[in-house]
Every structure is written in C-alpha cells, then in structure tokens.
C-alpha cells in the first residue's frame, strides 16, 4: 500500500508539469494518496448545456496533481521544497524537512 508523507493543509510547491513552481496548500487528498489537489492549481473543462444547467461553456475547476510532483515547502528557506522524514522526539513520531531538519506541524 502507497503511503503519501503528504497531509491536508501542508503547504508544498509544485515540481513538475504545467503547474511547476505553483505554491499552496492541499486542500484535499484521493483516497489511495496517489493524488493531492493544490490551491491554485486550476483546470478547465468543457460542459454541455443540460436541464439543470442551461448554459454549456468552458469553466475553470481545481485538478489534481500526482503526489510525487509536489514537494513540502521549506519552514525555514520557504523558496526550496523538501523531503519529509520522521523522527521520535518524546515518544512521539513526528515529521520534519530533510533539508533544514525543521520540525512540521
């Protein structure tokens, strides 16, 4: 089974694809944990005039991007990502950035 180290509300930055560079935070998660959607990270899709709706056209709706193209916004240096570790502190698992060796919230 697939365990993303990648939580609601982090706030991560995007490394790959057509939203490279994006900066925001998870606002939901598949449930397999494969996929994460960003704020910020917009697509469009096209819609077809139906009963409820009477208008067609193209709207803009938040997409999802694999949960390897992202990557945990430093704490410290907020313009590098960072890996996520784990550690026990008071014996408590928590997680940190590889990079700075912060902790996460």
Do not use: C
Not at 62 to 71: E, G, L, R
């Amino acid at each position: 089974m697939y365990k993303s180290k990648i939580l609601k509300g982090d706030v991560v930055k995007v490394t790959s694809g057509n939203h490279k560079g994006t900066v925001g935070p998870v606002t939901k998660l598949s449930k397999d944990k494969k996929r994460v959607w960003v704020e910020g990270v917009n697509g469009t899709k096209h819609f077809k005039p139906s009963q409820t709706d009477q208008e067609g056209g193209i709207r803009v709706i938040p997409v999802s991007v694999d949960a390897s193209n992202v990557a945990i916004q430093d704490p410290k240096n907020k313009a590098n990502g960072s890996r996520v570790g784990y550690r026990i502190t008071d014996g408590k698992k928590v997680r940190f950035a590889k990079k700075s060796k912060a902790e996460l919230k």
